[in-house]
């Protein structure tokens, strides 16, 4: 019996010893001088109203940054770049004899890729760089040799996750190629079973990049020898990607889309979850989000719709682009936001 007290007493003085210590810990090392002061935040339905931006007529390629505050736009062999908030405009410089071929905003930051094309009397050159808006700095990444002078980069993938780049170059045969280029400024040929690719989409979890094989009909994935299958679905169309490596496939019918399958295709075909839209629509006009949501841009009506709430948000103008938090339009010349609520 004393042995059993005596054990229990030096169990209250070990754990009073570490109470006091934790106390010292909390109380004086890890202490900050710092008044710290809690005031409740309210949000304000009032938004500051953007400056009005004016876009010319002959301007090309309009593109909005993934935030909504930069737009992008090539007129006249000059990249231009404006601040939908303040009106503040940038322009992108570039070497004698070099144009624009193609550009894309990243996704998650105010940083644009762009392919520059160079041409001679005997070759064409390609070279990818990428422009950050916020450091007003350029910089070259890699140089693309091609042998068809009529190339021109169609689109950019690129995911910041992985830290790899997908460049796709359309030859004047209408021939597709694709090339891989990661952090390290490496570059390789991508092998892929289809000399006319239609829309590419990379997965931002992995180095794999799904890709249409408009010959043939079929959808391929850079990993993977055989196309991927649906039940059903004799031609599929790629209509987009989300954050949780999910693809959304369409069944199509003269480009027009009547279901949607969307899915990991790691759980395989048959897993795939089904959207039926109701009625055929053009498969550019079915807008993916980041999050997985799925909006109908109704351009007669001048309104785009998400799907699985049944909310509309009129615009007015002619639809440009969504962006997160809203769309952009363009009306009477000038650049118009409509935010989601």
């Known amino acids: 019996m004393k042995i059993f007290v005596r054990i229990l007493i030096w169990i209250m003085i070990s754990l009073s010893v570490q109470l006091a210590g934790l106390f ?9 001088d710092t008044t710290i002061k809690a005031k409740k935040v309210v949000k ?26 930069f737009l992008a736009y090539y007129d006249g062999d000059i990249l231009k770049i404006v601040n939908t908030v303040t009106g503040d405009e940038k322009k992108v410089e570039f070497e004698d004899g070099v144009k624009v071929s193609f550009y894309k905003w990243l996704s998650d930051r105010n940083r644009m890729l762009i392919a520059e094309k160079e041409s001679s009397s005997d070759e064409s050159s390609f070279k990818l760089a990428y422009y950050d808006v916020d450091k007003d700095l350029k910089e070259d990444i890699k140089n693309l040799e091609l042998d068809d002078k009529k190339s021109e980069v169609v689109d950019i993938q690129a995911s910041p996750l992985t830290n790899v780049i ?8 209408k021939r597709s190629k694709i090339y891989w280029i990661n952090i390290m400024k490496e570059m390789k040929d991508v ?69 949607i399958f969307y899915g990991s295709i790691k759980e395989g075909r048959n897993n795939l979850q089904t959207v039926d839209l109701g009625s055929a629509v053009d498969k550019d006009n079915i807008l ?35 962006y997160n938090g809203g769309v952009v339009s363009l009306s009477d010349g000038k650049l118009i936001k409509t935010l989601f609520n």
């Open 191 to 259: 092998e892929t079973r289809s000399y006319q690719i239609g829309n590419i989409k990379l997965l931002p979890h992995e180095d794999k990049l799904v890709y249409e094989d408009l010959t043939h009909g079929r959808i391929y994935t850079t990993d993977k020898d055989e196309p991927l299958e649906i039940n059903g679905v004799n031609r599929p169309s790629l209509v987009g990607v989300d954050d949780n490596d999910n693809i959304y496939i369409g069944e199509t019918n003269e480009d027009k889309v009547t279901k």
């Open 166 to 173: 997908y460049v796709k170059v359309a030859s004047s045969g």
């Open 288 to 322: 993916i989000t980041e999050q997985g949501k799925i909006y109908i841009n109704d351009n007669l009506r001048g309104l785009v719709k998400e799907f699985s709430s049944g909310r509309e948000y009129k615009y007015e103008g002619s639809f440009l682009q969504m």
């Open 24 to 32: 010292y810990v909390n109380k004086y090392l890890l202490a900050s």
């Open 44 to 69: 304000s339905d009032n938004k500051k109203p953007d400056v009005k931006i004016n876009i010319p007529d002959t301007a090309k390629n309009i593109n909005i940054s993934f935030d909504g505050k």
